[in-house]
Nanobody
Framework: QVQLVESGGGLVQAGGSLRLSCAAS????????MGWYRQAPGKQHEWVAS???????NYADSVKGRFTIFRDNAKNTVYLQMNSLKAEDTAVYYC???????WGQGTQVTVSS
């Protein structure tokens, strides 16, 4: 059974930082691309960042230069380091395995202005 468990969300002031984690189980983590997505109230899911199995990363323009995605295959975990947070980053953040369309349960990030 595949499980993706996000953690690390919370309330932070604008300009602050948070690091999200997504721990995977039930899969051979290292062979899969991983992605972070977010959903703000009243909006659709938005892709934030992806990291390929080989380590290459891509970012949405809205977070480029502020967020960093990285993975630790030994820990079956993908991370999202979020710096210089803005109020518009407020959302529930989800990790996802695109090739299998597995999603985690999400973690709330709230940025106060």
């Amino acid at each position: 059974q595949v499980q993706l468990v996000e953690s690390g969300g919370g309330l932070v002031q604008a300009g602050g930082s948070l690091r999200l984690s997504c721990a995977a189980s039930g899969i051979i983590f290292s062979i899969y691309d991983m992605g972070w997505y977010r959903q703000a109230p009243g909006k659709q899911h938005e892709w934030v960042a992806s990291i390929l199995s080989g380590g290459s990363a891509n970012y949405a323009d809205s977070v480029k230069g502020r967020f960093t995605i990285f993975r630790d295959n030994a820990k079956n975990t993908v991370y999202l380091q979020m710096n210089s947070l803005k109020a518009e980053d407020t959302a529930v953040y989800y990790c996802r395995i695109p090739q299998r369309n597995y999603w985690g349960q999400g973690t709330q990030v709230t940025v106060s202005s």
